[in-house]
Structure formats: structure tokens, C-alpha cells
């Protein structure tokens, strides 16, 4: 055997080898099973989850996301077996500020929400979560711009706090 030969066989040793290995982990009793699979128990699970009414139109826009990721649009279902409470808060906080104009140039929309998953039946408390979201904004010297931005960013952080709290939902009655 030359030395070419024995350059080219090492790096193929370690491939097969690193092939090899992976094969015996993914045949070793692997447990993961798709989040988002269709005809799954997880996925008849959410569809029959019911949320608490909304106090602001933020929380609105988070319940209304939630029902459509959860029921695939189909709305919340005539008999519950779940019930989802959740309380949203905002801050929108000012990150650079123009010094001269004394007004804030850009900012972020922070949620938080606190949501607690319970059995409708037995009132039975199965997951309490925290999850949070942040949007950036830009703000416009014209106020409606302003009001504008600030608007589409809540609407996007709802919209991410709504998959965030959807894959937690998800993930916990997939147990």
C-alpha cells in the first residue's frame, strides 16, 4: 500500500465509522415523533382546546392566533375536553433615543404571557408555562406612522407567542 493510499483510507474509516454509529443510534429504541403530524393524538388533542376570553385587543390577537394554529381554522370546538387560560402582558420599550429631539428613534414590543393548560372535566391543572416574545419597531416622526408601527410590531410578536405557547400545547399532550 503507498502513502496516497493510506491518506485516502483514513478520512473513509472515519466516515463509515461516523455512518455506523448514527445508524445504531437512530435504531437504538429512538422515541421522536413529528410535532406536526396529521392523525395523531396530539393533533386531535389540540383541536378540542378552548381559550379564556380576552381583556385587551394584544391578548386578543394571541387567543385568535391560537385558535386558528390549533384548530387548522376550523374554530374552537362545540365540546371541550381542554381549557388554555391566558394572560398577556406588553411593554414597549424605547431602545435609542435621539438626545436632541428627546423622542425615541426605535424600540421593542416585549409579551409575556402566562397560560395554564387544566381538564375541563375534572378542573385538574396538567401544564402551567411562561413563554415570551419580542418584536422590533422603527418609529416614524409622524405620529399615525408611529401608531402604525407599533400596531404591526404587536401583531407580529402576538403571532409568535401564539406558535411559541401552540408548540408547548403540542409537545405536552404528545406525552
Not at 44 to 52: D, G, R, T, V, Y
Not at 104 to 128: M, N, P, S, W
Not at 130 to 143: C, P
Request: hydrophobic share 40%.
Amino acid at each position: 500500500m503507498s502513502s496516497s493510499d493510506r491518506k485516502f483510507a483514513a478520512p473513509i474509516k472515519r466516515i463509515l465509522g461516523a455512518a455506523g454509529l448514527g445508524l445504531l443510534l437512530v435504531s437504538g429504541g429512538c422515541q421522536v415523533r413529528p410535532l406536526y403530524a396529521t392523525g395523531s393524538g396530539v393533533d386531535a388533542a389540540l383541536k378540542s382546546i378552548e381559550f379564556s376570553e380576552a381583556d385587551d385587543r394584544i391578548e386578543l390577537e394571541v387567543r385568535n392566533n391560537l385558535i386558528f394554529l390549533v384548530a387548522g381554522g376550523a374554530g374552537e370546538p362545540a365540546n371541550p375536553e381542554y381549557e388554555v387560560d391566558i394572560k398577556v402582558k406588553t411593554r414597549n420599550v424605547g431602545v435609542l433615543v435621539d438626545s436632541s429631539a428627546d423622542q425615541d428613534r426605535a424600540g421593542r414590543i416585549v409579551l409575556k404571557a402566562d397560560f395554564t393548560l387544566t381538564k375541563k372535566a375534572t378542573g385538574e391543572v396538567l401544564k402551567t408555562g411562561h413563554r415570551s416574545s419580542v418584536a422590533l419597531v422603527d418609529f416614524n416622526t409622524q405620529e399615525y406612522a408611529k401608531i402604525r408601527a407599533t400596531r404591526d410590531a404587536e401583531n407580529r410578536a402576538a403571532r409568535e407567542l401564539a406558535e411559541l405557547i401552540r408548540a408547548d400545547l403540542a409537545a405536552w399532550l404528545g406525552r
